[in-house]
């Protein structure tokens, strides 16, 4: 099936036009590039904003840049290794190309293909410049005492977002007219630092969103309370002041606002402060660590999305990793507020690997519990949790590519069906949360499966020993008890190679595109 197919697919063209490759240029030549120490982003790995007049500058092929979704790749290295040849990759060089990708592959994972090619993300101003109007006058009505609005946008072009506000004694009130049904208070992220206050609203599907920030004209309490209609799409946002009966004469001074919903990758990073609580070891290299948030930062992250963790290191360089929250403990199954709206504190959990010589996570092992070194993004992801109702699920993961899986799976037994997980990992040792699964497993005995594979076990491992392949798939989740490709959705995380490999024996046995997920791992 063409999805799994990505050897063979042009990035920018049409997938018939295939090249011939020169030996040891392959797929998996490709993605041994990619793990080696190769800087093929050529910027040292500092990420940065790229207008799109610089983006139209690198446009040749020994310096080929092009954006997908609002990321900027440099493909320099990649001509020699694209199966659609060269020609049809230039198509897209110096331009933003996700149209072009879109015409023939959107299903690719190429997050996971170029992400040592990043060279830093669209500049959304070069697009669509905030707007900043004067103010205005609006009527009021008779209960609430209001001064002139905040700037307005215009509601003549569909999609575009109206701004009000009004206030009372205690409270000031900020209105957003979205115009978009199915909103509700998970979509709101809401963000109170000092007199800043910034809001991102994801549409009813989370692929757009719309964001706001404005730095307050007085000083207000650190948290708010967002109320939605779920039939126009209006949003309050209530502030309460911190001087009461105090009259402001104007909202604040406008920082950032975009006229109205835009595509979720081309929206600018927003990242907010947090407190490392919690950093406790898991296994000889993968801790549990938690991230508190101050009172004022609410935000929902959904299942199967992740987060951008940002570290500034001792020479002033900023290092970002993305990582997937998961449950604090696997015994709750709780999975619904990770975190929830609420006005106290809120905390995202993650399970970390060290690397020795990793830049982000070295400097996150020397961290010790308290630090607040650590910037946390709002949500990015594309899963779709619906693919999952009413379906049992396949989960295949290889050492922390389980991290996206776990809240997956829990929320799958939450809704009282199968979970089928084949966990590989290379020693015993390796293995994460082994005694929270066997409880889990002992928990939910005929809705959770569990088997471990190890490639380097010793003579007294009990389980499945090797690799992925289809022997192995043979008797665990493509034997006759639990292979039912109707019943059944699958996710993958792994290690590239272990991915694409998993996704061609899965193909081989019946799933299809709409059927599998496979998250990067």
């Not at 797929?27 to 904003?49: A, E, V, Y």
């Not at 190429?110 to 070069?126: A, H, N, P």
């Not at 493509?478 to 995380?493: P, R």
Request: proline fraction near 5%; aromatic fraction near 8%; hydrophobic fraction near 35%.
């Amino acid at each position: 099936m063409e999805y799994l197919n990505v050897s063979t697919a042009s990035a920018t063209g049409n997938p018939r036009n295939k090249t011939a490759l020169k030996p040891g240029r392959s797929l998996m030549d490709w993605i041994k590039l990619t793990n080696s120490s190769t800087n093929l982003s050529g910027n040292g790995n500092r990420l940065r904003d790229i207008s799109l007049d610089e983006l139209a500058q690198h446009k040749n092929k020994n310096d080929a840049w092009l954006a997908i979704r609002g990321m900027v790749y440099n493909v320099s290295s990649y001509f020699e290794f694209h199966p659609g040849g060269e020609e049809e990759l230039m198509r897209g060089v110096g331009i933003d190309a996700t149209d072009l990708f879109d015409q023939v592959h959107k299903w690719v994972n190429y997050e996971s293909m170029l992400k040592k090619c990043l060279v830093g993300r669209l500049r959304t101003d070069s697009m669509l410049p905030p707007v900043k109007r004067p103010q205005s006058k609006l009527a009021v009505g008779k209960d609430l005492s209001m001064p002139p609005p905040f700037p307005s946008l215009s509601a003549s072009s569909a999609g575009m977002v109206t701004t009000d506000w009004m206030q009372n004694l205690t409270t000031v009130t900020i209105v957003l007219y979205t115009r978009q049904k199915g909103l509700d208070a998970r979509r709101i992220s809401t963000s109170i630092d000092g007199n800043v206050f910034h809001t991102r609203i994801y549409s009813d599907d989370w692929l757009r969103c719309f964001d706001y920030q404005i730095r307050l004209a007085e000083d207000v309490h650190p948290f708010c309370k967002p109320t939605v209609s779920l039939t126009t799409g209006k949003v309050e946002l209530v502030l309460h002041k911190k001087q009461i009966a105090l009259h402001w004469q104007k909202l604040g001074d406008l920082e950032e606002v975009i006229q109205g919903f835009q595509p979720l990758g081309q929206a600018p990073p927003f990242f907010r402060r947090s407190v490392l609580t919690r950093k406790s070891r898991v296994n000889h290299n993968v801790f549990l660590c938690t991230l508190t948030f101050p009172t004022g930062q609410n935000f929902h992250v959904p299942v199967g999305w992740h987060v951008q963790l940002k570290l500034c290191l001792e020479d002033g360089t900023e290092v970002i990793r993305s990582y997937t929250p998961i449950t604090s403990t696997l015994s709750s199954c709780e999975t619904t507020d990770c975190p929830s709206i609420s006005e106290s504190p809120t905390a995202l959990h993650f399970l970390i690997k060290i690397y020795a010589n990793g830049p982000f996570t070295s400097a996150l092992d020397r961290l010790s519990e308290g630090s607040r070194s650590i910037e946390v993004s709002n949500p990015i992801g594309n899963f779709v949790g619906s693919q999952l109702e009413g379906k049992n699920l396949i989960a295949i993961a290889a050492g922390t590519g389980i991290t996206p899986l776990i809240r997956v799976a829990i929320d799958v037994l939450r809704n009282n069906r199968r979970v089928s997980l084949l966990f590989f990992n290379r020693t015993q040792d390796d293995i994460i949360w082994k005694e929270e699964f066997r409880e889990l497993e002992l928990k939910y005995p005929n809705k959770f499966k569990l088997w471990h594979v190890l490639s380097e076990s010793d003579d007294e491992w009990p389980g499945l020993r090797g690799r992925i392949s289809k022997s192995v798939l043979a008797t665990t989740i493509l034997s006759e008890e639990y292979h039912d490709v109707g019943s059944n959705f699958a996710c993958v995380c792994g290690p590239s190679d272990f991915t694409l490999e998993t996704l061609r024996l899965l193909d081989s046995a019946g799933y299809t595109q709409e059927t599998v997920h496979a998250f990067s791992g």
